[in-house]
T-cell receptor, first 113, second 113 residues
Framework: AQSVAQPEDQVNVAEGNPLTVKCTYSVSGNPYLFWYVQYPNRGLQFLLKYITGDNLVKGSYGFEAEFNKSQTSFHLKKPSALVSDSALYFCAVRLNYGQNFVFGPGTRLSVLP | SAVISQKPSRDICQRGTSLTIQCQVDSQVTMMFWYRQQPGQSLTLIATANQGSEATYESGFVIDKFPISRPNLTFSTLTVSNMSPEDSSIYLC??????????FGQGTRLTVV
């Protein structure tokens, strides 16, 4: 069965510092990997995805993520955090077309001014 | 990307009543889904809304409690029936069609009193 872990419930970072939100997954086969962000009272917004190719993928709002197959990880990163990045972040995995998404438990990011 | 309109955005309902949530997509999509996000939790898939046939429910969700309609490729409804306080959650409509990312409505925040 597919599963997604986000080991940190909460990440705090000072504005201007780099941020990392961690994600590890467990699937059999080659996964599609995604990051979504949820702002208060909003639905989920797509940030970026890894399907195939370059292990470093770039997405919206300056975010990027690195796929590491040997460590089965897909950590979300940003070189310089903004206060407006404060939100709930979800990692998700999908095995292939037609398969449902499996979401991680979410990590709340707080960027402190 | 698909644009999804979900109504209502929030509601407060009396226990024992029912609420119908609407999801309208700006383009035809093959796959539409309904998720529940309980307070402080991740997303849980309720069901796949199938056009022209009965929805496919995930374990723990039944049609009598969460009837779903999908009359065409751009519209679906989810009804939360005979509500109790435990049904207080955010309900999210989602679509994906090309084997890659999913798109979400802004969610319906339901409070049952």
């Amino acid at each position: 069965a597919q599963s997604v872990a986000q080991p940190e419930d909460q990440v705090n970072v000072a504005e201007g510092n780099p941020l990392t939100v961690k994600c590890t997954y467990s699937v059999s086969g080659n996964p599609y990997l995604f990051w979504y962000v949820q702002y208060p009272n909003r639905g989920l917004q797509f940030l970026l995805k890894y399907i195939t190719g370059d292990n470093l993928v770039k997405g919206s709002y300056g975010f990027e993520a690195e796929f590491n197959k040997s460590q089965t990880s897909f950590h979300l990163k940003k070189p310089s955090a903004l206060v407006s990045d404060s939100a709930l972040y979800f990692c998700a995995v999908r095995l292939n077309y037609g398969q449902n998404f499996v979401f991680g438990p979410g990590t709340r990011l707080s960027v402190l001014p | 990307s698909a644009v999804i309109s979900q109504k209502p955005s929030r509601d407060i309902c009396q226990r024992g009543t029912s609420l119908t949530i609407q999801c309208q997509v700006d383009s035809q999509v093959t796959m539409m889904f309904w998720y529940r996000q309980q307070p402080g939790q991740s997303l849980t898939l309720i069901a796949t809304a199938n056009q022209g046939s009965e929805a496919t429910y995930e374990s723990g969700f039944v049609i009598d409690k969460f009837p779903i309609s999908r009359p065409n490729l751009t519209f679906s409804t989810l009804t939360v029936s005979n509500m109790s306080p435990e049904d207080s959650s955010i309900y999210l409509c989602s679509v994906y069609d090309t084997g890659t990312e999913a798109f979400f409505g802004q969610g319906t925040r339901l409070t049952v009193v």
